[in-house]
């Protein structure tokens, strides 16, 4: 079968988890005996430092705004489609476009992957900064546009033959907006080798028990870009009410535009003597720090969000301190102490019980491993499913007349 995905770029260096996912589903699904191109359509942006195994088209959409970025969409397909069984597109950023296509009469079918959300969707992230201030005529345009993409935009996007997602609380979301609840959409999870990490890293489901201290010192870690929503402000209250702190390090490792505001932040509560930002660091650096984590603490962000972050935490066996009833318990689950998300004393609380209780930290570190032997969390057998998903719809559209 020849699949061709379309995706926004392939930036290897500076893009974080989601290209890496998506370079593990091209190379696995061209090793299931189908031929993998991948075409990019802001190619600009492409950081490609070694040859990669499937063929890569440099196409450049020229437009920034949603509708002129949907009609080159259709057009892409439409220039590519004698060359393709199926076409594999990044749903979030080409859903219109792609179901433009097969509404006027593309003859290849679709599927969209969904790892993120509408930019049209309100901000349910959950942050101590608060939003900032729009003018009237910002939030009517934006308003606007909602409506388009949710009246007009999603029966449009339902002409996609088939949907993976990355978690079953991001498909809920997709789905209270208006996309087709249809019983062939796939959760397929983020895609992540933990087998070659923990080869690659010396990591055995022994390595963290064995380094496990019943007195501190205590190193937690998180890791992200620092931006607005994704609970380095939270994580940070919450650390600075765990009333003993002198056996405690917070790692907070990234950079971004809130930056900044995270280290005045860690002033302000006074907390310089147990809070390191080393801002971006290398690759193999943030590899050490998963080496040396005692607790992995990520709170905040979306609800319906997961993290390769975390997924890393667990390849390393490390318990983590999640925020419950989201994407992230879904993933981890029986893998993290959970507390209510943007509650800052419970996340006090589970930070001094976690760091004060050696045999919880044992097992949640278990667990790891035995979440990461699940099915859901095999990237061979989610990405086999989802090839024989792709082979039934290419059958059906033919036998249908490509309707």
Same mark, same amino acid.
């Given at each position: 079968?020849?699949?061709?995905?379309?995706?926004?770029?392939?930036?290897?260096?500076?893009?974080?988890?989601?290209?890496?996912? $998506?370079? $593990?589903?091209?190379?696995?699904?061209?090793?299931?005996?189908?031929?993998? *191109?991948?075409?990019?359509?802001? @190619?600009?942006?492409?950081?490609?430092?070694?040859?990669?195994?499937?063929?890569?088209?440099?196409?450049?959409?020229?437009?920034?705004? +949603?509708?002129?970025?949907?009609?080159?969409?259709?057009?892409?397909?439409?220039?590519?489609?004698?060359?393709?069984? $199926?076409?594999?597109?990044?749903?979030?950023?080409?859903?219109?476009?792609?179901?433009?296509?097969?509404?006027?009469?593309?003859?290849?079918?679709?599927?969209?992957?969904?790892?993120?959300?509408?930019?049209?969707?309100?901000?349910?992230?959950?942050?101590?900064?608060?939003?900032?201030?729009?003018?009237?005529?910002?939030?009517?345009?934006?308003?606007?546009?909602?409506?388009?993409?949710?009246?007009?935009?999603?029966?449009?996007?339902?002409?996609?033959?088939?949907?993976?997602?990355? @978690?079953?609380?991001?498909?809920?979301?997709?789905?209270?907006?208006?996309?087709? *609840?249809?019983?062939?959409?796939?959760?397929?999870?983020?895609?992540?080798?933990?087998?070659?990490?923990?080869?690659?890293?010396?990591?055995?489901?022994?390595?963290?028990?064995?380094?496990?201290?019943?007195?501190?010192?205590?190193? $937690?870690?998180?890791?992200?870009?620092?931006?607005?929503?994704?609970?380095?402000?939270?994580?940070?209250?919450?650390?600075?009410?765990?009333?003993?702190?002198?056996?405690?390090? +917070?790692?907070?490792?990234?950079?971004?535009?809130?930056?900044?505001?995270?280290?005045?932040?860690? *002033?302000?509560?006074?907390?310089?003597?147990?809070?390191?930002?080393?801002?971006?660091?290398?690759?193999?650096?943030?590899?050490?720090?998963?080496?040396?984590?005692?607790?992995?603490?990520?709170?905040?962000?979306?609800?319906?969000?997961?993290?390769?972050?975390?997924?890393?935490?667990? %390849?390393?066996?490390?318990?983590?301190?999640?925020?419950?009833?989201?994407?992230?318990?879904?993933?981890?689950?029986?893998?993290?102490?959970?507390?209510?998300?943007?509650? %800052?004393?419970?996340?006090?609380?589970?930070?001094?019980?976690? %760091?004060?209780?050696?045999?919880?930290? %044992?097992?949640?570190?278990?667990?790891?491993?035995?979440?990461?032997?699940?099915?859901?969390?095999?990237?061979?057998?989610?990405?086999? +499913?989802?090839?024989?998903?792709?082979?039934?719809?290419?059958?059906?559209?033919?036998?249908?007349?490509?309707?």
């Amino acid at each position: 079968m020849r699949i061709v995905f379309l995706t926004s770029k392939l930036n290897f260096e500076t893009s974080g988890g989601s290209v890496e996912e $998506l370079d $593990l589903l091209m190379r696995t699904l061209q090793d299931l005996r189908n031929e993998v *191109k991948t075409i990019t359509a802001f @190619s600009s942006n492409n950081r490609i430092p070694q040859p990669r195994p499937y063929g890569v088209i440099e196409d450049q959409i020229t437009s920034m705004r +949603l509708l002129g970025i949907q009609w080159q969409c259709y057009r892409i397909l439409k220039k590519y489609e004698k060359g393709a069984d $199926l076409f594999h597109i990044d749903g979030h950023l080409f859903l219109y476009g792609a179901g433009l296509y097969r509404l006027l009469g593309g003859k290849v079918p679709v599927a969209a992957y969904f790892n993120y959300y509408l930019m049209c969707w309100g901000d349910t992230a959950l942050s101590l900064t608060p939003y900032p201030k729009e003018h009237i005529f910002i939030r009517i345009k934006k308003k606007i546009r909602w409506m388009i993409e949710k009246y007009i935009g999603m029966p449009i996007a339902n002409r996609i033959n088939l949907f993976a997602f990355v @978690s079953p609380t991001l498909k809920a979301v997709y789905e209270e907006f208006g996309l087709r *609840k249809d019983p062939n959409t796939f959760v397929i999870g983020d895609l992540i080798d933990f087998e070659k990490i923990m080869r690659e890293n010396g990591i055995t489901e022994e390595s963290y028990r064995a380094r496990n201290k019943r007195s501190g010192p205590f190193n $937690l870690f998180y890791c992200s870009r620092m931006i607005r929503g994704k609970g380095f402000d939270l994580l940070l209250d919450g650390f600075s009410r765990v009333r003993v702190k002198k056996n405690l390090k +917070l790692i907070l490792s990234g950079t971004g535009p809130e930056a900044p505001l995270i280290r005045s932040m860690v *002033k302000d509560l006074h907390l310089e003597p147990y809070v390191e930002m080393p801002g971006w660091v290398p690759w193999q650096q943030l590899l050490d720090f998963y080496r040396t984590t005692d607790i992995f603490v990520q709170v905040g962000w979306k609800p319906e969000g997961t993290s390769i972050s975390q997924l890393y935490a667990m %390849a390393f066996g490390i318990p983590s301190i999640l925020p419950k009833g989201g994407g992230l318990e879904w993933q981890a689950k029986q893998t993290a102490y959970y507390v209510e998300n943007g509650n %800052a004393d419970e996340l006090a609380a589970a930070i001094e019980t976690l %760091a004060g209780d050696f045999e919880l930290r %044992a097992t949640l570190s278990r667990n790891c491993y035995a979440r990461i032997g699940e099915d859901s969390l095999n990237y061979r057998k989610q990405i086999s +499913l989802w090839n024989k998903k792709l082979i039934a719809s290419v059958r059906a559209t033919m036998r249908n007349g490509f309707n």
